[in-house]
């Protein structure tokens, strides 16, 4: 194309804007002698009227190709320009604009000669621009006549109503169950205290019930896409777990759910349900469950109890339903109540504030008290599966086992050895750690539910079970016997192994023992061993241990109690060998070992010193260094571990055989524990019913549980209370007998420590409500719901956030009781609030006889890089001030106040109405508030700066007036949309002044306060402005799009694929001869253009050949001249 | 009549949506910066090819600024990671050649950022006139 060549520049004065510092008219005489320009002159106001017909009547009388105007940034004019020259006959994208004030005159106005001769530059530069332009025409795309309001404040309500009734279909996208925004958890608005509900409530529901409106709460936009006119929206609503078509909003969830977190909507002076609704005047009305995901106790649980389910009913008293979902997972609350292990506590949140919640003890609780009131009877449980299941052992492992397969309705029948059930827990924990009873209580129930126990059976052979017709087998085992030291003299007589010792302790055979004992092993049977030798008679008790106490794997509460009744641990002790006369023992040698390099268990690795060795006179010794599995019987017919242990699937339980399953100690071995083994016997449930139906055993299996991404507590809120000491049995009554060492808390104690519980998931899914909705529109398994919906226009009304002072503690709030903010206090105001519209003290529920309110919390500070007014302060504690007047007159209020700022109309007279009652305002801003001890009231330090008088004055109650603030994902939201955001975070409009509702990005609009600090009448201002502008975008129905799309010559093209890889739009579709740009999807940002190798693709008006001579003309300006 | 003072020239690359806006914030509130730089608006940073800059270079710039959205904040989602990429290749190239790679600089500065551009045009601009002309104006010379 061949280049222009008779080019019009006009260089604009605006008024004194430019030509203040630029030479207009010597520029414009410059420019005349640039080679290519026809035509130039200067001109006072490029944009008047009168300017632009200069332009045109310039481009007829000189017959211009071209048009540059040197005037203002081109982001505000260069649509008028462009649509003058286009009136003149010219193809509006033949001209070009340098910005001379925005970009010179402004920023160099010191420097008169430099910047005239930069402005010459910057003319030369677009000369060479406009000489290689090409006319281009512009698309008209259809509009998509819907509009998408995000937000559901007042502004957005606003927008949406006006929208709707205007005719166009209108999403209202709010991420809170309800719309209303901040208005409606206010009390009264200023300056006429109108009640914000009675007048927004009804506009809430005009907007449930608008035709035009599709109201989606609880939903939040995941991805948007595409460009003005046609806008693609995901929207992901969030599960309510409702079905909002049966929900009445009856109420009776919310009285059934144990839950209390705190309210975000009472700003944390009171509590909800995780089965909630906002407020009364919610729109929808409908209720919401709130879950964040499975909590890190539950998740860490081997069998995953739902362990904040039964702590929170517990902690409401429900100690029956707490039990039954206890039991739902596992049979052994009592059991576990005593022995668990209890990983789930080494993970409990609250252990990183204070200490864990006493997680066992209440479940031990929960036992014991249905002991204590009498359990309900069991009854059998119908069978409606055919398949028999063999259980081979009655410990922990196979009896949970059984107690899920009878609960699926298969006949299950549990096979053992030995004449009583229950395996390790029997047999090995001694008695004063877990009495007898309560394994025969929890055993006997799952045996009242059907389940068949065959005792004194051993089973030799799988095929013994096959013939007598069992179609599934687990096998459950244990590791029942003790591994040996390999020292001489361990066969003497006097010398024990400890699961030998404590099964025949605890069948209550004789078992005699002298006076000196000693035990090799640092587990929990070697602590075990120890006290049971104590209760036997034994006068001197020590453990020979070869570690450090670190070391011990031992429950470290089990070894301070065998400490407590007088067992001797020596550490770092190695026994080489045992003295014995006549093959009776008399004694062992030790070595003292030190701890050397850490070894392959992550410990440190014992290591002898030299010429240490000594030697100790005894009576008995007990080894307790661990069990093993040795293959006998059935576990011969299957694959084992190196160490003997049997091999299986660990998912599904599954051993080398299909349909045996095995799980417990015969799997984990001797280091194994209770909860572990009942996981496995659950899991190993599981895979039988999958088994016995033909199902893959892996099919959806590990996805159940969803932990929580953060757990959000608010740690500054929380009181400091520790958990209750368990109360034990008298060391005297200890050692006279096998009585239980701990007796089990309080119920007192007990309700107080669920108390403590944090809530982590918000749902725990102990499933009440469902026992209670009549309608039942409760279904804990919804999932989010994703939707697409196409708009032509987008409405952004997202709002603000409100200052909390916790962290900062500023002014003592959240440490000083009688601190509040004003978001607080009008929560006291609002007779739908905490205290029914009371004004009262929360240290002790009186009415306050002087409150002082505190301005500009967080605003107009620069510590907090929030140097900006919060425009509401003023009036809304003016407001609150007259408020307190009207129902407490005698009660005296003091505004401490840089100064006092109400604009506009109708505002002046809130602050004479609050003067005339009464209300003191002081200026200046208080350096501190300190509490009076005892008394729980507020000494107020301020500088009175009209008088320069030093202040001290006490208040019954402090407001803090605080900041407005964008909210935190601000930045992340604009983002999505590809919005700006400004200096302190708020959304960005097109221009302060007369674009205020317009973003940059076409299409969109911005109302409210996202855009910044606003009071209501503002915001719905705002609302309806963004409304209109939506309106005037989307009535012509048609849009025309910038032509500036990227082309592909693909006689140049290689066919790389770097284009298609950089494009951010998909935009670069096929390949060689068939490789295009689709127009539509193409954004113009030319980033291809910039990769292209080969120069094959190129972006219109922004081509290679239009931006070359530009970069050489202003290369080549030397010291502000061109050459 | 005077000395002769070296005032470096600079050719500043920026994107429409933050840089631009940027520096049209400065001149909006009055800060004052030197006139060294000569701005070419794109839509997009990633427009700028690497040529681009050679072509600057070339035709005797004393420096080259290319200023784009802050990184996750492109109006294009991603235009301005391919200018990051592009740039770091640009400065090994220059270094190769011997030209300062200091001549060079990348810029993020959105439409808010109206100080930080003015600031940034000050330092680039007392930069090069630390290093001295370009070598290939053929200033360099006394």
Known sequence: MAELGRIGVFVCHCGLNIAGTVDCPAVANYAGYLPGVAYSTDLLFACSDDGQVAIQRAITDHSLDGVVVASCTPRTHEPVFRKCVEEAGLNRYLYDQVNLREHVSWCHMNEPEKATRKAMALIAMSVQRVKQLEPLVRQRVNIIPKVAVIGGGVAGISASLDLANAGFNTYLIERRPTIGGQMALLDKVFPQSDCAICILGPIMSQVGQHPRINLMTYSEVDNVDGYVGNFRLKIRQKSRYIDTMKCTGCGECEDACPVEVPSEYEFGLANRTAIYRPFPQAVPNKYTIEKKGHATCRITCPAHVNIQGFVQLLHDGKFTEALNLYRDVSPFPGVLGRVCTSPCEDKCERGKYDAPVSIRNLHRFLADKEIEQGAEPVAILPLDKEDKVAIIGAGPAGIACAHDLIRSGYPVTIFEAKEAAGGLLRYGIPEFRLPRDIIDLEIKRVENLGVEFKMGKRIESLDELKEMGYKAVFIGTGAPFSIRLRIEGEDASGVFHALDFLDRVNSGKNVTIGDKVAIIGGGNAAIDAARTALRLGAKQVSIVYRRSRQEMPALAHEIDEAEREGVKILFLTQPISVKEEQGIVKGIKCIQMRLGDIDSSGRRRPVPVPDSEFTIKLDNIIIAIGQEVKPTGPLWELEHTEWGTLSVDSRTMQSSKPGVFAGGAVVLGGGGTVIEAVAHGKTAADSIARHLQGIDLLKARDDTLSPIPYVDVDIARLGQNMRPAMPTLGKSKRLRSFAEVELGLSEKAAVEEAGRCLSCGVCSECLQCLTVCEPNAIDHSLGDKISEIQVGAIVVTTGFKIYDPIETREYGFGTFDNVVTSAQFERFTNAAGPTKGKIKRPSDHEIPKSVAFIQCVGSRDRRVDADYCCYIGCENSLKQATQIKEKYPETEVTIYAMDIRTHGLGYESLYHRAREMGVIIVKGRPSEVEEIPGSKSLKVLAEDLYTGERLETTHELVVLATAILPHDDMKDFARKFKLSTGEYGYLLEAHPKLRPVDAFQDGVFLAGACLGPMDIPKAVAYGKAAAAGAQSLLTPGQFQIEPMFAEIDTELCMDCDLCGEICPYNAVVGERDERKVLSELCQGCGTCAGGCPMNAIDIHHYKREQIMPVIEAAAKVKGGVET | ?142
């Open chain 2, 1 to 142: 009549m005077s000395k002769k003072i070296f005032d470096p020239n600079i050719v500043a690359f920026t994107c429409n949506w933050c840089s631009y806006g940027g520096a049209d914030l400065a001149g909006i509130s009055r800060i004052q910066y030197p006139t060294s730089a000569k701005v070419i608006r794109l839509m997009c940073s990633g427009r700028v090819d690497p040529v681009m800059v050679l072509e600057a270079f070339k035709n005797g710039a004393d420096g080259v600024i290319v200023s784009g959205c802050h990184i996750g904040d492109c109006h294009y989602s991603t235009g301005n990671y391919r200018t990051q990429v592009r740039f770091q290749a640009l400065q090994t190239a220059l270094e190769s050649i011997g030209m300062d790679p200091q001549r060079l600089r990348l810029l993020w500065a959105s439409a808010s950022e109206g100080q930080q551009w003015a600031e940034a045009i000050t330092e680039m601009t007392e930069q090069i006139k630390k290093l001295g002309p370009s070598p290939i104006s053929g200033r360099g010379k006394k």
